[in-house]
């Protein structure tokens, strides 16, 4: 089915560990972002991109890289894990065309999400 | 400093009355108001937008209405139906903003019983 794919959903890690939560999506969207979900609080952009090889930084892009090697996958990097890091990370995909329109909810189609906790 | 406030973090109605989700602003610039809808276990779904220009948006049973002097927004959603049960996103997005952030609620959560 065409969508967003998030793996894994869940992960446990340690402080200080790295990982790499992947996305892919097979729509042929331009645009690719990461959002986290903390408890009592909004979804909040991390990084995002409009192409292959374009990478730009959200609201909260500290302690993540981005990388966009092609337009179906747009890998979150978590270089050192830090407690605070714990949260729900969402990917979501559109085309380019409408993230300038919000008419349409940005045309937005979110992965299911990933799990994280950092102990 | 929230930008975007859901004051209610929960809301129980019966099926088939009237479920009002609230969501109040802070930043005049804000242009566009988003409501997305999420499941356990999923993503966000897009379920409605007004645009600051207009004062209601209407599609099927959600409504959505929005009082700019207020900063405040409401969607109605008329018959509730079970299937409506989830976490009910209010979001926004400036005029100003340059990396097409939307700028998010923390959630209402519906729960409609049969």
């Known amino acids: 089915n065409a969508g967003v794919t998030q793996t894994p959903k869940f992960q446990v890690l340690k402080t200080g560990q790295s990982m790499t939560l992947q996305c892919a999506q097979d729509?042929?969207?331009?645009?690719m972002s990461w959002y986290r979900q903390d408890p009592g609080m909004g979804l909040r952009l991390i990084h995002y991109?409009?192409?292959?090889?374009?990478?730009d930084q959200g609201e909260v892009p500290n302690g993540y890289n981005v990388s966009r090697s092609t337009t179906e996958d747009f890998p979150l990097r978590l270089l050192s894990a830090a407690p605070s890091q714990t949260s729900v990370y969402f990917c979501?995909?559109?085309?380019?065309?409408?993230?300038?329109?919000?008419?349409?909810?940005?045309?937005?189609?979110f992965g299911s999400g990933t799990r994280l906790t950092v102990v | 400093d929230q930008q975007v406030k859901q004051n209610s973090p929960s809301l129980s109605v019966q099926e088939g009355r009237i479920s009002i989700l609230n969501c109040d602003y802070t930043?005049?610039?804000?242009?566009?108001f988003l409501w997305y809808k999420k499941y356990p276990a999923e993503g966000p779904t897009f379920l409605i937008s007004?645009?600051?220009?207009?004062d209601k948006n209407e599609d099927g049973r959600f409504t959505v209405f929005l009082n700019k002097s207020a900063k405040h927004l409401s969607l109605h959603i008329v018959p509730s139906q079970p299937g409506d049960s989830a976490v009910y996103f209010c979001?926004?997005?400036?005029?100003?903003?340059?990396?097409?952030?939307?700028?998010f609620g923390k959630g209402t959560l519906l729960t409609v019983n049969p």
């Open positions: 930043n005049s610039m804000f242009d566009y």
């Open positions: 007004i645009s600051s220009i207009k």
């Open positions: 979501a995909s559109s085309y380019l065309q409408y993230i300038t329109d919000p008419r349409n909810g940005y045309g937005y189609t």
């Open positions: 729509m042929n969207h331009e645009y």
């Open positions: 979001a926004a997005r400036s005029r100003r903003s340059s990396n097409y952030k939307l700028t």
């Open positions: 991109s409009v192409g292959a090889g374009i990478t």
